[in-house]
């Protein structure tokens, strides 16, 4: 799926140019907007290698007590298990200050469960 997924990210990155009015390009699986130039940004960049753009091309529910760090948090999750593919088995990684925090998929493998190790 991430190859489906980089190679209509880099049609869409050659595209943009050519709408020199475009205001915002939508995501549907993720019910996102994304601004061209952040879009141009965080693509381009995931292409040559960085970081998969979790902020433009996924949805997060924040925590409403600290909104910041749910999203750090799941910028953090998704670029990890986008590396990695899917999750089969419950794994332990760091997340993004540091702390220990457990991964555990669901049974229907839907939906994967975090929480502090």
């Given at each position: 799926?991430?190859?489906?997924?980089?190679t209509?990210?880099?049609?869409?990155?050659?595209?943009?140019?050519?709408?020199?009015?475009?205001r915002?390009?939508?995501?549907?699986?993720?019910?996102?907007?994304?601004?061209?130039?952040?879009?141009?940004?965080?693509?381009?960049?995931?292409?040559?290698?960085?970081?998969?753009?979790?902020?433009?091309?996924?949805?997060?529910?924040?925590?409403?007590?600290?909104?910041?760090?749910?999203?750090?948090?799941?910028?953090?999750?998704?670029?990890?298990?986008?590396?990695?593919?899917?999750?089969?088995?419950?794994?332990?990684?760091?997340?993004?200050?540091?702390?220990?925090?457990?991964?555990?998929?669901?049974?229907?493998?839907?939906?994967?469960?975090?929480?502090?190790g």
């Amino acid at each position: 799926m991430i190859p489906v997924v980089r190679t209509m990210m880099a049609v869409a990155l050659e595209l943009v140019p050519w709408f020199p009015n475009l205001r915002g390009l939508c995501w549907p699986p993720a019910r996102s907007v994304i601004g061209p130039e952040f879009f141009i940004s965080s693509i381009a960049t995931w292409l040559a290698g960085g970081a998969f753009p979790a902020l433009g091309l996924t949805a997060f529910v924040p925590d409403p007590d600290d909104r910041a760090a749910a999203v750090r948090l799941g910028v953090r999750l998704v670029n990890q298990l986008v590396g990695q593919g899917s999750l089969d088995t419950a794994a332990a990684v760091l997340g993004p200050e540091g702390q220990s925090l457990l991964l555990e998929p669901s049974a229907g493998g839907q939906l994967i469960n975090v929480r502090r190790g």
